[in-house]
């Protein structure tokens, strides 16, 4: 299972770090995503992190200002996000790709992801 939490409301500017929690399973062996979709849009990938810790992918949108990583011991990934926009609004997901400990893959897109967690909500709004 996956539990993301730390969403919440935010002025724009700020800083929101994000948990995603993952229990049955080691996050040292698999890949970990973090998507987002905000209202009437589609589901777009935020960051991801490679089993191994050792690689990363940013969208576009938030390269420069987000920076994800893991804590093995707590089996949790994190998404630190920075200088947060009015249009980083959405909800937010992190999901599971396996792969293998020690790899430095990364995946860059949904359909690569097999199991979701549940959303946290961003409310970036002055």
């Known amino acids: 299972q996956l539990q993301a939490s730390g969403g919440g409301l935010v002025q724009p500017g700020g800083s929101l770090t994000l948990s995603c929690a993952a229990s049955?399973?080691?996050?040292?062996?698999?890949?970990i995503g973090w998507f987002r979709q905000a209202p009437g849009q589609e589901r777009e990938i935020v960051s991801c992190i490679s089993a191994n810790g050792r690689n990363t992918y940013y969208g576009d949108s938030v390269k420069g200002r987000f920076t994800v990583s893991k804590d093995n011991a707590k089996n949790t990934v994190y998404l630190q996000m920075n200088s947060l926009k009015h249009e980083d609004t959405a909800l937010y997901y992190c999901?599971?790709?396996?792969?293998?400990?020690?790899?430095?893959?990364?995946?860059?897109?949904?359909?690569?992801?097999?199991?979701w967690g549940q959303g946290t909500l961003v409310t970036v709004s002055s």
């Open positions: 999901a599971t790709a396996k792969s293998g400990r020690n790899d430095g893959r990364i995946y860059d897109e949904e359909h690569q992801y097999d199991w």
């Open positions: 049955g399973f080691i996050v040292e062996e698999y890949v």
